[in-house]
């Protein structure tokens, strides 16, 4: 029997490729602030965006419950991935709408069992979800659906805006396709180029 404590940088790795398998195309985001807990993976589909939480073996469920009422306000579905010494309790520590993946190492590989499938979270809030947006992603999505760039508006506002003029079943698919196209090295261009146009509008 392989005794190895598989740790959470054990587990990432073949989990994407794991995820991948079964879901097809998804795209990972870095670790992302949820609320006052950090999200451990963030994962878009073409429909959901999930929360993953990773319980290794060298982990304690210390934080699980704080980290649950954040994963529930952000995430359309979520999944906690758990070592095989938390598998037979887990259920006890996540809500019923949890998908619970455990996973453990054999003969040298890491192996994957769905013990629940997740299913969609009815605590979820819109307000909250849209916030994972950058805010040039939320100006292509005024811009998509007929409603001026409100440049000079924050953030706050351009979020309350969409959520008040473009119905879910439009502007949630669109938000999922902006997250697949997310290109972290032209970020910083984005933004500079973003605050020159909020610039030359104020003179």
Do not use: C
């Not at 959470?8 to 807990?37: H, M, N, Y």
């Not at 950090?38 to 965006?49: Q, S």
């Not at 938000?175 to 984005?190: C, P, Q, S, V």
């Amino acid at each position: 029997m392989n005794t190895k404590i598989l740790h959470d940088s054990d587990i990432r790795e073949p989990l994407f490729d794991f995820l991948e398998e079964s879901l097809g195309k998804i795209r990972i985001l870095e670790e992302k602030q949820t609320g006052r807990a950090r999200a451990d993976v963030v994962m878009v589909t073409g429909k959901y965006l999930y929360g993953i939480e990773i319980k290794s073996d060298a982990d304690t469920y210390a934080r699980l419950n704080k980290q649950v009422r954040y994963y529930d306000q952000y995430y359309d579905r979520n999944i906690v991935v758990v070592g095989s010494t938390h598998a037979a309790h887990i259920e006890e520590h996540v809500p019923e709408w949890w998908g619970i993946l455990s996973v453990e190492l054999i003969g040298g590989r890491t192996d994957f069992y769905l013990l629940r499938k997740p299913r969609d979270n009815p605590k979820v809030q819109e307000d909250k979800k849209i916030t994972i947006l950058w805010r040039t992603e939320l100006t292509r999505l005024l811009l998509k659906n007929g409603l001026p760039a409100y440049s000079r508006k924050s953030k706050a506002f351009v979020r309350k805006k969409l959520l008040e003029s473009v119905p879910g079943e439009l502007l949630w698919p669109q938000a999922m396709e902006e997250l697949f196209e997310r290109d972290y090295n032209t970020i910083g261009e984005e933004i500079e180029s973003f605050r020159k146009m909020r610039h030359s509008k104020h003179h």
